[in-house]
């Protein structure tokens, strides 16, 4: 057997058959077309580009105005948002993919020169994220980096609203032709907000307690299974993440208790974020295991994984598939070349955020590395 067979074994992701089990992970690369954050036919390429993933992941799209916290990400919550991420699903399925649309409210981690009217933010509790930055464009015009500001407490009725605009979200997905939509509850947004121990200092029935703490997070998957069925959905989760000012106390019992519950509800999917990209201490084996143990669907780790890595993982039976991020990215046909062990394109960090087709679209797949060779050989004979 190859020493890749397993990432190379096909996998069934709920209702949705993949030929492998290299996913591409969701990455914010801020190029929605303007006005009214649409996707482009420049996102159409993009994306269609890597249909070689087992599963593509989209990048983090808002449900709603209130729920941007980065200039020019595309949103899910308008006829034309809907029509521009149809194209791209279309583009996708046309090249031989499958895609899934990660579902994305901020929260806190956001400024008024994001939200309407210039409103302050929305959190679980009036506590701002320290050393945590959104990118605006400011009155001038000009784009820039910019702490974000102190939140107010979204009330109970706030909560059931924005539920209700996960599920219709998710809908707005399913009729654009996604496969799975995922559910963004990592990285330090809304909904790990409400999760984290520091964030959170409710004292109602959305604070508090473990179960109190996951109840809108588990509200959320439930409102969108009704929408779209349980086997169309899939939830990230970053246990010990430090992301956006969240706290580790208590995080990983918490993903554990929501993992189990998630596997209660036998959605299709779990998706862990792993902390170490973003500074944190690097998941345990052990803590690994756990996660296993708690969901019996695919379960999926990203963050800073090898082919090598991945495919002992998966070997070892504690994933079912591992994303990658930054390495598909700058190299369209991953799979491919982990396939072949081929040499892998080098990301270019200036280009991540914002732009056009440089950094984005032009990274060479082997395929044209090979016709560059053979033209320039054919140019010296």
């Known amino acids: 057997m190859s020493s890749r067979s397993?990432?190379?074994?096909?996998?069934?992701?709920?209702?949705?058959?993949?030929?492998?089990?290299?996913?591409?992970?969701?990455?914010?690369?801020?190029?929605?077309?303007?006005?009214?954050?649409?996707?482009t036919e420049l996102n159409a390429r993009?994306?269609?580009?890597?249909a070689s993933a087992g599963l593509i992941v989209s990048e983090a799209t808002q449900i709603s105005r209130e729920g941007q916290g980065y200039a020019w990400t595309p949103g899910i919550y308008t006829d034309a948002q809907e029509a521009g991420w149809r194209r791209v699903v279309e583009a996708v399925h046309h090249a031989g993919?499958?895609?899934?649309l990660q579902l994305w409210h901020v929260g806190r981690v956001s400024h008024p020169l994001l939200q309407?009217?210039?409103?302050?933010?929305?959190?679980?509790s009036p506590i701002r994220a320290e050393k945590t930055e959104c990118f605006v464009v400011l009155p001038d015009g000009t784009p820039a980096q910019v702490p974000v500001e102190a939140p107010r407490e979204?009330?109970?009725?706030?909560?059931?609203?924005?539920?209700?605009?996960?599920?219709?979200?998710?809908?707005?997905?399913?009729?654009?032709?996604?496969?799975?939509?995922?559910?963004?509850?990592?990285?330090g947004y809304l909904l790990n907000q409400f999760l984290d121990l520091r964030?959170?200092?409710?004292?109602?029935?959305?604070?508090?307690?473990?179960?109190?703490?996951?109840?809108?997070?588990?509200?959320?998957?439930?409102?969108?299974a009704e929408a779209v069925g349980r086997e169309r959905i899939g939830v990230r989760l970053s246990p010990n993440g430090v992301f956006s000012d969240m706290s580790v106390e208590g995080s990983l019992e918490t993903s554990l208790y929501v993992a189990a519950e998630l596997?209660?509800?036998?959605?299709?999917?779990?998706?862990?974020?792993?902390?170490?990209?973003?500074?944190?201490?690097?998941?345990?084996?052990?803590?690994?295991?756990?996660?296993?143990?708690?969901?019996?669907?695919?379960?999926?780790?990203?963050?800073?994984?090898?082919?090598a890595r991945?495919?002992?993982?998966?070997?070892?039976?504690?994933?079912?598939?591992i994303a990658f991020g930054k390495l598909f990215l700058a190299n369209p046909d991953l799979p491919e070349r982990f396939r072949r062990q081929a040499p892998l394109n080098a990301p270019d960090p200036s280009t991540f955020y914002g732009g056009g087709e440089k950094g984005y679209t032009d990274y060479p797949s082997l395929d044209a590395v090979g016709r560059e060779a053979q033209r320039g050989a054919n140019i010296r004979k």
């Open 199 to 224: 964030a959170n200092q409710r004292r109602d029935e959305y604070g508090g307690s473990l179960p109190n703490r996951a109840r809108f997070l588990l509200e959320v998957v439930d409102a969108a």
């Open 46 to 50: 993009y994306y269609a580009q890597r």
């Open 97 to 100: 993919g499958r895609i899934a």
């Open 116 to 124: 309407e009217g210039g409103q302050p933010p929305v959190g679980a």
């Open 263 to 307: 596997d209660r509800r036998k959605i299709a999917y779990l998706h862990i974020a792993e902390p170490d990209w973003a500074g944190g201490s690097p998941l345990t084996e052990e803590e690994r295991g756990a996660l296993r143990r708690a969901f019996s669907a695919v379960l999926t780790f990203c963050g800073n994984y090898t082919a």
């Open 6 to 39: 397993h990432l190379f074994s096909p996998l069934t992701v709920g209702a949705v058959p993949t030929p492998n089990r290299i996913w591409m992970a969701p990455l914010t690369r801020s190029r929605a077309g303007q006005p009214g954050d649409v996707p």
């Open 310 to 321: 991945a495919e002992a993982a998966i070997a070892a039976g504690v994933a079912d598939a």
């Open 154 to 187: 979204l009330s109970q009725p706030e909560i059931r609203r924005i539920v209700g605009e996960y599920a219709a979200a998710a809908l707005r997905a399913r009729r654009a032709g996604f496969d799975l939509v995922e559910i963004h509850g990592a990285n």
